[in-house]
C-alpha cells in the first residue's frame, strides 16, 4: 500500500509536468497557425485593395488610347472638313484620365525597378502640357490642323516607351505574383506543417490522458479488490468469533456440569471424618473450586456480552427484597471481616422497580465484594438514591485502601486489578467491573468511580429504572406457595425418551400438577388440537430435538392455530446451551427455555413464570445445594444431580427411574448399533440426543458424556469410530449401573421379571 | 402648413392638390421627361420606361430629379477617401422600369464593360456618382459619371471583382 503511493507520487509528478509541456506547445502552435493565417491575409487584402494587379491593364489601356487618340487626330487632319473636332477633345480627355491612374506614388514604387517610367511619364507630361495648348480646358489656340501636325509627332515619339512601360509592367506583375504565390505556398506548407505537429501533439495528449484514466482505473480496481478482500476478513473474523462464543458457552456448560458434581463431593467429604489438615486441604480445594467457577461465570458472561447476545430482562420486581438479599449475603462476610455494612435506601426510592433482578443484583455483588476485598477497617456503605433523570443510584462507598489515579484509569479493563500483587491475583478474575460495567450500560446506566489512595473509594451505578405498581399477585404469596402455584396446572409434556418422560413425570407430581405425556412433535400438536378450546393446556413442556417432528416445528405449527391453542405458553427443554438454540427456540415461539438436565426448582420456576393463570414472578431461590443422602466417590456419577433428582423425587422413585433405565440399555445400545449399520446418521444423532438427555436427567454422567460424543460425531461417516464409542459406552453402562448398586441407589428397586444378572 | 403646396381650405382644394401631388410623385415613373442638356447616361434593353428612341436617356438636370446621395469612401485609385455624390443604382432602374433585369452591362466612354447582376448593385447601395468631392468631374479627370460602392462601410466589397465594377467614365447602362 505505501510502496504503492510512493510509486505513483513519483510517477505523478513528471507525467504532470509532460502534461503541461505538450498544452504550452499546443497553445504556441495555435498561436502560430494563427500568425500565419493573418499574415496571409493581410497580403491578399493588401493586393485587392489596391489592385496592383490592375497596373499591368492601365498601361496597356494608355497605350491604346494613345493610339486611339493618334488616330482621332489622324482622321482630323487627312479630312478637316469632315472631321469632329469633339471626338478629337474626347479622346485627348480620356487619354488624360488614363494617366492618373499610372502616375501616381502607388505605381511609382512599383514600378520602381523601370528605368524606363520616370523618363516616360515626364515625357507624356510634357505632350499634355504640349497639348493643352490646344485641346486643354483653358485653349490658347483654335484647333486646326496646323496645330495638330507637331502635337502628333510628339505622339508619335510616346509609341515606343508606352509599348515598353506596358510589357514591363506586365512582366513585373507576372513577377509580383509569381512572388506572392510563393509567399502564399510557403505559407501554407508551414500552415500544413503546423497543423501535421498540432495532430501529432494532439495524439500525444490523449495518450497521456487516457494513461491517466488507466491508472485510475486500475487504482479503482485494486481499491475494490482490498475492500473486498477487507470485507471477507471481516466477515471470516466474526464468524470465528461467533464460533469461538459458541464454543465456549457450550465449554463452560460442559465444565460447569462436572463441577457442581464436584463441589458436592467435597461437601459430602466434609461431612465425613477428616483430619484437621485434610480439613485444611478440603477447605482449600473447595475455596479455589468456587473461585474457578466465578472465573467460569465470568468467562460466559464476557463472551455473551461480547457477541451482543446477553440479554437484561426487564421485569417487575421488590427492590426491597433484593437488597434484604444482597444485605443478608454480604452481612455475614462483612462481619467475618469485622467491618460494618450499611444500606441505607431514601424514604422515595420506589419498592417496584422494572429491572432484570439477577443482572442488578450481580452488579451490587460484583461491586460490594470489592469493597469488602479492599477494605480493612471501617465501614462500606450502600446508599440508594433518586439521581440525575429519574435515575436510580447505587453508591457503594468503603474506607478501604483506595486507588490513585494511574489505577482508576485502567479500572474498567479486561483483567485489571487494584492489587497487582501475584498473592492478591487469586483474589478475583479481574472481570468483575468490566461485566458490571457493561450490564449497566446494556440497561442504559453507567458506572463511575472516585477514589483517594489511601482514604477509600466510592462507585456508582446509576441505573434508569422505572418505578411500576406491584404485580397482581404479590411476591410474598408465590413464596407461600412453596413448591407450587396457587393451582394445578394441566401441563403437556413432549418428551422421546422414556426415562425422561417418567422423570418429569414424578417431578410435575411432586409439584402437584398435572401432566400428559407424549413422544414426539406430532404427538404434541395432536394433544394440543384435540383439548376442548374451554379446557386448553396451561403450559406445553417441549423438547426440541425428537425424532419426526421436532420441537421447533411442533412450536411453530401449535403458534399457527387459532386461540386459546395457539396461544398456549410454551417451554423449551434441551440439552444444549446454545444461544443460537436459544434464539432459534424463541423465534419459533418458545417463551422460555430449560436447559437439561432440568431440576426441580429450574421446572418449578418456569412452571410459575410462563404457566398459564400461574404468578408473574418466579420466587428467586438459591440453586439448591447438593445432596447429602449418598456418597460415590466415582466420576461415573453427576452426585449434584443425583441428589438432586433424589431430593425432588424420593430415593424409591428414583431408584425405580434409574432401574427402568439400565434394564433398557441393552435395546438402547442395540438400536444405536442398527442406525450405524445402516449409516443412519440422523436416527443415530437424534437416539444418542435422547440418551444424553435422559442420561444426564439421572446423573449418569460418564453415559451422558458418552452419547454427546456420539451426538457430535454422528455425521462423520467413519463406522469404526462409532463402534469403538459404542463398545465404550455399553462399558460404561455396566460400569455405572454397578456403581449406582453399589452406592445403594438402586436400592428398593425389583426388576419386573427378576432377571438377577447371572 | 398653410404655405405647404398639399395644404388648403377647402376641401375641393384639398382633393385637387392630392391628386396634383400623386401625379407629381408619379411622373418620372410614368414617363421619363426628355433630355434637354447633352446625354450623359443612356440605358437601353429590358426596361419600360423610355424617352429617347426606345432608351432612357438622362441629361445631368434629369439624374438631379432622382433622390440625392453621398457618402465617403477609400478607393485603390487615390490614397486618400473621397466623397461622391449621385444617384442610386435603385433609384435609376425604378425611374426606368428595369428593376426587373437580371444583369446591367456598364459601358465606359473608353469601351471599358463590366457585367454585373442587378439584384446585387441594389443589395450593395451602388451609386451613380456625378460630384466628387462637390465638384463635377471631367472626362479628363475620369467623368462625367462612376459607379461607386460603399468600400468603407462595407469591407466586403472589397474585392477585384467588385473593384472591377466600380466603372469610371460611365456612359451607358446594357440591361438584360
Known amino acids: 500500500m505505501n510502496a504503492a503511493d510512493v510509486h505513483a507520487g513519483s510517477g505523478a509528478q513528471p507525467r504532470r509536468v509532460w502534461l503541461f509541456a505538450v498544452i504550452g506547445v499546443l497553445v504556441l502552435v495555435v498561436l502560430a497557425v494563427a500568425y500565419v493565417q493573418w499574415r496571409q491575409y493581410k497580403l491578399l487584402d493588401t493586393a485587392a485593395h489596391f489592385q496592383n494587379d490592375a497596373l499591368g491593364w492601365s498601361f496597356s489601356q494608355l497605350e491604346t488610347e494613345q493610339l486611339r487618340l493618334h488616330n482621332e487626330m489622324q482622321r482630323f487632319v487627312t479630312d478637316p472638313q469632315h472631321a469632329d473636332a469633339d471626338k478629337v477633345q474626347l479622346r485627348y480627355d480620356i487619354f488624360v484620365s488614363r494617366v492618373g491612374l499610372v502616375d501616381h506614388e502607388r505605381a511609382a514604387e512599383v514600378m520602381r525597378g523601370q528605368v524606363a517610367y520616370q523618363p516616360a511619364m515626364a515625357q507624356v507630361h510634357a505632350f499634355i502640357q504640349q497639348a493643352d495648348a490646344v485641346l486643354g480646358p483653358k485653349p490658347a489656340q483654335a484647333l486646326s490642323v496646323a496645330a495638330l501636325l507637331p502635337l502628333m509627332t510628339t505622339l508619335q515619339a510616346l509609341n515606343l516607351p508606352l509599348h515598353d512601360l506596358s510589357l514591363g509592367a506586365s512582366h513585373l506583375l507576372y513577377e509580383r505574383a509569381t512572388e506572392r504565390n510563393a509567399a502564399v505556398r510557403l505559407q501554407s506548407q508551414l500552415g500544413v506543417g503546423l497543423t501535421v505537429f498540432q495532430v501529432v501533439l494532439l495524439l500525444v495528449l490523449a495518450f497521456i490522458v487516457l494513461r491517466q484514466l488507466r491508472t485510475l482505473t486500475q487504482r479503482r480496481l485494486s481499491l475494490e479488490a482490498l475492500a473486498d478482500s477487507l470485507s471477507a476478513a471481516r466477515h471470516g473474523a466474526e464468524a470465528a468469533n461467533r464460533a469461538k462464543s459458541a464454543f465456549l458457552a457450550n465449554m463452560s456448560h460442559e465444565i460447569r456440569t462436572p463441577f457442581h458434581g464436584m463441589l458436592g463431593m467435597m461437601s459430602l467429604l466434609q461431612d465425613s471424618r477428616l483430619s484437621p489438615k485434610q480439613a485444611v486441604y478440603l477447605d482449600t480445594a473447595r475455596e479455589s473450586a468456587h473461585h474457578l467457577l466465578a472465573i467460569l461465570n465470568d468467562i460466559l458472561d464476557i463472551s455473551q456480552l461480547e457477541s451482543g447476545k ?26 467475618d471481616k469485622g467491618l460494618l455494612l450499611r444500606i441505607d435506601v431514601a424514604p422515595d426510592v420506589p419498592r417496584w422497580v422494572r429491572a432484570d433482578p439477577t443482572r442488578v443484583r450481580q452488579i451490587l455483588f460484583n461491586l460490594l465484594s470489592n469493597a469488602l476485598k479492599f477494605t480493612h477497617a471501617g465501614e462500606i456503605v450502600l446508599a440508594v438514591r433518586h439521581g440525575a433523570d429519574g435515575r436510580l443510584d447505587f453508591k457503594v462507598t468503603d474506607t478501604g485502601i483506595g486507588m490513585d489515579d494511574a489505577t482508576q484509569a485502567r479500572l474498567f479493563q479486561r483483567f485489571m486489578q487494584g492489587d497487582e500483587r501475584p498473592s492478591r491475583r487469586a483474589a478475583g478474575t479481574g472481570l468483575g467491573l468490566q461485566i458490571s460495567r457493561d450490564l449497566a450500560r446494556l440497561m442504559g446506566g453507567d458506572i463511575t468511580a472516585r477514589s483517594e489512595l489511601g482514604k477509600g473509594s466510592v462507585f456508582t451505578v446509576s441505573l434508569p429504572l422505572a418505578s411500576a405498581g406491584p404485580p397482581a399477585q404479590s411476591a410474598d404469596d408465590a413464596d407461600d406457595a412453596g413448591a407450587g402455584t396457587a393451582r394445578p396446572l394441566r401441563v403437556l409434556v413432549a418428551e422421546d425418551h422414556a426415562v425422561n418422560r417418567a422423570y418429569l413425570e414424578a417431578v410435575l407430581e411432586k409439584l402437584g400438577h398435572r401432566g400428559v405425556f407424549v413422544g414426539d412433535g406430532h404427538g404434541a400438536v395432536l394433544a394440543v388440537q384435540s383439548q376442548p378450546p374451554d379446557e386448553p393446556f396451561d403450559i406445553v413442556l417441549m423438547d426440541l430435538h425428537m425424532p419426526d417432528m421436532d420441537g421447533f416445528t411442533a412450536a411453530r405449527t401449535i403458534r399457527a392455530m387459532p386461540a386459546p391453542h395457539g396461544r398456549v405458553p410454551i417451554v423449551a427443554l434441551t440439552a444444549d446451551a446454545f444461544q443460537t438454540s436459544r434464539e432459534l427456540a424463541r423465534e419459533a415461539g418458545m417463551e422460555g427455555f430449560v436447559t437439561k438436565p432440568a431440576h426441580l426448582p429450574q421446572l418449578r420456576d418456569a412452571l410459575l413464570r410462563y404457566g398459564r393463570g400461574a404468578t408473574m414472578m418466579a420466587p428467586e431461590e438459591p440453586p439448591a445445594a447438593a445432596a447429602a443422602s449418598t456418597a460415590s466417590p466415582t466420576s461415573l456419577l453427576d452426585m449434584a444431580t443425583v441428589g438432586d433428582v433424589m431430593q425432588t423425587l424420593t430415593q424409591p422413585k428414583y431408584a425405580k427411574l434409574l432401574g427402568r433405565f439400565f434394564e433398557q440399555r441393552q435395546e438402547t445400545v442395540a438400536a444405536l448399533r442398527q442406525a450405524v449399520s445402516e449409516a443412519s446418521h440422523a436416527d443415530l444423532r437424534s437416539r444418542a440426543h ?36 459404542l463398545d465404550r459406552l455399553e462399558e460404561v453402562f455396566e460400569l455405572s449401573r454397578v456403581e449406582c448398586q453399589s452406592a445403594g441407589l438402586l436400592d428398593g428397586f425389583t426388576p419386573p421379571e427378576a432377571l438377577a444378572p447371572a | 402648413m398653410d404655405n405647404t403646396p398639399c395644404g388648403a381650405r377647402r376641401p375641393w382644394l384639398i382633393a385637387a392638390a392630392a391628386f396634383a401631388c400623386a401625379a407629381l410623385l408619379h411622373m418620372p415613373a410614368l414617363a421619363l421627361d426628355a433630355p434637354k442638356g447633352p446625354v450623359v447616361l443612356s440605358i437601353t434593353g429590358a426596361l419600360t420606361h423610355t424617352n429617347d428612341n426606345g432608351a432612357a436617356s438622362f441629361d445631368m438636370a434629369l439624374l438631379a430629379t432622382l433622390p440625392q446621395h453621398s457618402f465617403s469612401t477609400k478607393t485603390p485609385w487615390f490614397p486618400q477617401p473621397h466623397k461622391f455624390t449621385g444617384v442610386l443604382v435603385r433609384d435609376l432602374l425604378d425611374a426606368v422600369g428595369g428593376s426587373k433585369a437580371g444583369t446591367a452591362r456598364a459601358v465606359a466612354l473608353n469601351d471599358y464593360r463590366a457585367d454585373m447582376p442587378t439584384d446585387e448593385l441594389i443589395k450593395n447601395d451602388a451609386m451613380i456618382a456625378y460630384l466628387f468631392d462637390d465638384r463635377p468631374m471631367p472626362v479628363r479627370e475620369k467623368g462625367p459619371l462612376v459607379i461607386i460602392f460603399p468600400f468603407n462601410d462595407r469591407p466586403e466589397l472589397r474585392t477585384a471583382v467588385h473593384y472591377s465594377r466600380a466603372v469610371w467614365q460611365l456612359k451607358g447602362l446594357e440591361l438584360r
Do not use: I
Not at chain 1, 700 to 724: C, F, G, I, K, N
Open chain 1, 690 to 725: 435422547s440418551l444424553k438427555g435422559a442420561s444426564a436427567s439421572l446423573g449418569l454422567r460418564a453415559v451422558s458424556a458418552l452419547a454427546q460424543q456420539l451426538q457430535v460425531s454422528a455425521p462423520e461417516p467413519r463406522s469404526a469410530d462409532h463402534a469403538r464409542l
Open chain 1, 310 to 335: 446477553l440479554q437484561v430482562a426487564s421485569q417487575v420486581m421488590d427492590l426491597m427484597q433484593l437488597l434484604n438479599q444482597v444485605d443478608a449475603l454480604m452481612r455475614a462476610q462483612a462481619m
